[in-house]
């Protein structure tokens, strides 16, 4: 029964571990192509789960519930219900092959096949984290415990070990979640350290506090300025292609190249979030925006960032939304969502189309 307890738990111990670093992985660089990632990561799962079943079966009586259970909690954290459902499946069909074919395990079988789906349901609604992993894992625990119990581990020494595995898991589901709350905690602050500072902490190019701050004198002191903001498609093709830490790169190498950019009329960058920036330009009416606008344009699709290591599959793609004050009035934050709904127009157009929010003429450049 000990060594049962301990078996167990070191499975549950290492896949929780080894998940979690797999998701942290997951974040920077995509584990397998984009489009069939879902379908491989339940392939790769199921499988993981068939091994350690058939362990299960051939040393411990197939008795150790963690090897299937843990499999498919893992689809969820780092897949899709399409990897649940593939993972589920793939385990729960193997059973077939690894015991004696009884009623009692295909009852089993479609149980943990059932559960599985029912699973995928509720991760579509409500997906699984690491903060409401327990809720899960318990709420297909439960139902695969008793039914063993009932039809499958008579032995009141058997009941014993799943009540003390419940016992241990909960405590450690507990720790798991305490400790992640806190990483959580931490980078809040330094997140909120970042924005009180208005200062991007990766580009190092002001924020949305700064351009907020800076658009509402601008208003006050009844100040003409224009705010541009640039969308470039690039970033989130790459980002979703080579994961966030190369899309950081491309990112930041762009910014030392926009340095080179030169026009008359005084501008600042900022920035927004990771594929949108802002250009404020002071004292500028609508038609110097525009002039920037198809200059800035040009530059970008010019841009060349092999010689930094990047290879891009096209040339940089942008699009440009712009709002003038006063001629569209309001506060700073309706001058801002002004350029942001002439951007979203732009969007709609083409790669490389500029809308002013004054109903001026666009200007569209085609390469």
């Given at each position: 029964?000990?060594?049962?307890?301990?078996?167990?738990?070191?499975?549950?111990?290492?896949?929780?571990?080894?998940?979690?670093?797999?998701?942290?992985?997951k974040q920077s660089m995509p584990l397998f192509y984009?489009?069939?990632?879902?379908?491989?990561?339940?392939?790769?799962?199921?499988?993981?789960?068939?091994?350690l079943t058939g362990a299960s079966f051939s040393s411990f009586g197939g008795y150790l519930v963690n090897v299937r259970l843990i499999p498919v909690?893992?689809?969820?954290?780092?897949?899709?219900?399409?990897?649940?459902?593939?993972?589920?499946?793939?385990?729960?069909?193997?059973?077939?092959?690894m015991g004696?074919?009884?009623?009692?395990l295909v009852f089993g079988t479609a149980n943990f096949m059932l559960l599985s789906f029912i699973m995928a349901i509720f991760h579509n609604r409500f997906p699984i984290t690491f903060k409401n992993i327990h809720w899960y894992y318990f709420g297909i625990f439960i139902p695969t415990a008793l039914f063993s119990y009932f039809f499958i581990l008579?032995?009141?020494?058997?009941?014993?070990?799943?009540?003390?595995?419940?016992?241990?898991t909960t405590f450690y589901f507990f720790l798991l979640k305490y400790t992640l709350q806190k990483r959580q905690q931490e980078a809040?602050?330094?997140?909120?350290?970042?924005?009180?500072?208005?200062?991007?902490?990766?580009?190092?190019?002001?924020?949305?506090?700064?351009?907020?701050?800076?658009?509402?004198?601008?208003?006050?002191?009844h100040?003409?300025?224009?705010?541009?903001?640039?969308?470039?498609?690039?970033?989130?093709?790459?980002?979703q292609h080579n994961g966030h830490l190369m899309r950081d790169q491309l990112i930041t190498t762009t910014i030392q190249k926009l340095c080179d950019f030169d026009y008359a009329h005084p501008y600042q960058f900022a920035q927004l979030d990771s594929y949108e920036f802002v250009i404020l330009m002071p004292d500028a009416p609508p038609a110097i925006a525009l002039d920037f606008s198809a200059h800035f344009q040009h530059f970008m699709q010019d841009l060349d960032l092999s010689q930094h290591g990047i290879q891009l599959d096209k040339d940089i793609q942008l699009a440009l939304g712009i709002a003038s004050f006063p001629d569209q009035s309001g506060e700073a934050v309706d001058i801002i969502q002004a350029a942001g709904k002439a951007l979203d127009k732009a969007k709609q157009k083409t790669h490389f189309t500029i809308e002013h929010a004054n109903n001026l003429p666009e200007t569209k450049t085609q390469r």
């Open positions: 029964m000990l060594l049962l307890i301990v078996f167990n738990y070191t499975i549950l111990f290492t896949f929780i571990v080894g998940i979690y670093m797999l998701h942290v992985k984009q489009q069939y990632e879902h379908v491989f990561l339940g392939i790769l799962l199921g499988t993981t789960g068939i091994l909690l893992a689809a969820g954290l780092i897949g899709s219900p399409l990897t649940i459902i593939i993972t589920g499946f793939m385990i729960g069909y193997s059973r077939f092959f004696d074919l009884t009623i009692p008579p032995s009141f020494e058997q009941l014993n070990l799943l009540l003390a595995f419940v016992i241990c809040l602050l330094v997140q909120h350290a970042a924005n009180y500072e208005k200062i991007d902490t990766i580009t190092k190019l002001p924020n949305h506090r700064w351009v907020y701050e800076r658009c509402e004198e601008y208003v006050h002191s100040m003409r300025f224009s705010v541009i903001r640039c969308y470039i498609y690039n970033f989130e093709e790459y980002h």
